[in-house]
Nanobody, 124 residues
Framework: QVQLVESGGGLSQAGGSLRLSCAAS????????MGWFRQAPGKEREFAAA????????YSADSVKGRFTISRDVARNTVYLQMNSLKPEDTAVYYC?????????????????WGQGTQVTVSP
């Protein structure tokens, strides 16, 4: 099992920045890639960004490309999401996810473990 704990959410004004962290524990050696998803009120959960654990290859959704950056610290078993130029439409609960088999995915089904989520609210 892998446990994921997100932190760093909160309130920001439009144009501001926040950095989310996701600390993994347990069988972290089984992680091949990690991702961030988000779910706005009344909407389905959507992919934001993902990163391969070994070589750090990243993928981002078009909606966040150029504004959000995913990174990882393998020694700390932690993945980050640096969010800049925040917009009110970025308001959502952000979830960290880990994939316990090879490859990387942009879909929820592609991930094995999930964190509890952290709220990000962006005011106009």
């Amino acid at each position: 099992q892998v446990q994921l704990v997100e932190s760093g959410g909160g309130l920001s004004q439009a144009g501001g920045s926040l950095r989310l962290s996701c600390a993994a524990s347990g069988r972290t050696f089984s992680i091949y890639s990690m991702g961030w998803f988000r779910q706005a009120p009344g909407k389905e959960r959507e992919f934001a960004a993902a990163i391969t654990w070994g070589d750090g290859v990243t993928y981002s959704a078009d909606s966040v490309k150029g504004r959000f950056t995913i990174s990882r610290d393998v020694a700390r078993n932690t993945v980050y999401l640096q969010m800049n130029s925040l917009k009110p439409e970025d308001t959502a609960v952000y979830y960290c996810a880990a994939r316990a088999y090879s490859g990387i995915s942009r879909t929820e089904r592609g991930y094995t473990y999930w964190g509890q989520g952290t709220q990000v609210t962006v005011s106009p």
